[in-house]
């Protein structure tokens, strides 16, 4: 399984995590995802080749910045 470190600006609460997290394991081939506001930071577990742009345009969908 491989890891993607995002940096994610936004996220000011638990509900933003909660948010991030539950949009993201609709995607096919995402394993698990760890969302931290704290320190702007999420992490996801994928199974197989799943398109970073896909993954940019959830969490940009639900109002949050994903930065390079």
């Known amino acids: 399984m491989k890891e993607l470190v995002?940096?994610?600006?936004g996220m000011h609460c638990?509900?933003?995590e909660n948010r991030v997290k539950n949009a993201l394991?609709?995607?096919?081939?995402i394993e698990e995802?760890?969302?931290?506001?704290?320190?702007?930071?999420?992490v996801v577990?994928?199974?197989?080749?799943?398109?970073m742009d896909e993954i940019k345009s959830v969490i940009e969908d639900l109002g949050f910045e994903v930065k390079e």
């Open 45 to 51: 577990s994928v199974s197989k080749e799943v398109s």
């Open 14 to 16: 638990t509900g933003c």
């Open 25 to 29: 394991e609709t995607i096919d081939g």
């Open 33 to 42: 995802v760890k969302a931290d506001h704290t320190l702007g930071e999420v």
């Open 6 to 9: 995002l940096k994610v600006e």
